[in-house]
């Protein structure tokens, strides 16, 4: 695929979703959003190329721990995971790739704290957008 690689944002939290895909957005990513953790399967198993998960841990047909799950054993186990969750997430740090855990209660400034973390752990193949703070 031309271009850069996208983020996979996997919430089934809509409103929550659509907003952080614009902030991501606007901020020059490129990104697929999944309402459960079997779409994010199918979306990883895409022609897209993917350098980072957002995950959500709650969401029906298949939960962020059973994604973890089926990610580590796919040949996409590398890509980076940051859980932003409501749920306790003990145990899934360091689990098939997740490079930091954040509290949905931390918002939008902390998740956006991880993504940049996760981009200094595994740094992204790509120059943000102008004057993006991403």
Not at 67 to 89: G, N
Not at 111 to 133: E, F, Q, W
Request: contains cysteine; glycine residues 8%; aromatic residues 4%.
């Amino acid at each position: 695929m031309f271009g850069p690689p996208h983020i996979l944002l996997v919430d089934d939290d809509t409103d929550l979703r659509e907003t952080v895909a614009l902030l991501l957005e606007a901020a020059g990513r490129r990104v697929i959003e999944a309402a459960n953790g079997r779409l994010a399967l199918n979306a990883l198993s895409s022609a897209t190329t993917f350098c980072l998960v957002i995950l959500d841990l709650m969401m029906p047909v298949m939960d962020g721990a059973a994604f973890l799950a089926a990610k580590a054993r796919s040949p996409h186990a590398t890509i980076p995971v940051v859980i932003f969750s409501a749920s306790p997430s003990i145990g899934l740090e360091g689990f098939a790739g997740v490079v930091s855990v954040v509290p949905k209660l931390e918002g939008i400034d902390g998740l956006l704290a991880a993504i940049r973390s996760a981009k200094a752990a595994a740094p992204l193949p790509y120059t943000p957008a102008r004057g993006s703070h991403v």
